[in-house]
């Protein structure tokens, strides 16, 4: 599968965004779907999960009550709605995609990197104080 994220752009303190990720190929319903972020300087954090299964979502501490992930199957796509964003939420965006078993796995599964097979190539994000 290959994943294309947009959306990303410069926003003022407060204000929201909404990153989409498109991706091709089949069975797009069968894949558990991740939002990473990295900031300049810094490592490659998890941000959200969707998965196939469910779905069930998954969120880093500093995002929750924030952003919402959700998916659309019929349109193989992945959404990130990120209201009340914070100059910390600055980085480049990626969408990830691991191939499910069917069923819902430990929650650390979703939120490690190495667990991801296809990655997008990313969509910047920039949160002004």
């Known amino acids: 599968v290959q994943l294309q994220a947009s959306g990303g752009g410069l926003v003022q303190a407060g204000g929201s965004l909404r990153l989409s990720c498109a991706a091709s190929g089949r069975s797009f319903s069968s894949y558990d779907l991740g939002w990473f972020r990295q900031a300049p300087g810094k490592e490659r954090e998890f941000v959200a999960a969707?998965?196939?299964?469910?779905?069930?979502?998954f969120y880093a501490d500093s995002v929750k009550g924030r952003f919402d992930i959700s998916r659309d199957n019929a349109k193989n796509t992945v959404y990130l709605q990120m209201d009340s964003l914070k100059p910390e939420d600055t980085a480049g965006y990626y969408c990830?995609?691991?191939?499910?078993?069917?069923?819902?796995?430990?929650?650390?599964?979703?939120?490690?990197?190495?667990?991801?097979?296809?990655w997008g190539q990313g969509t910047l994000v920039t949160v002004s104080s």
């Open positions: 990830a995609a691991q191939f499910s078993p069917g069923y819902l796995r430990a929650p650390s599964s979703y939120r490690r990197q190495s667990a991801y097979n296809y």
């Open positions: 969707v998965t196939s299964a469910g779905p069930s979502t």
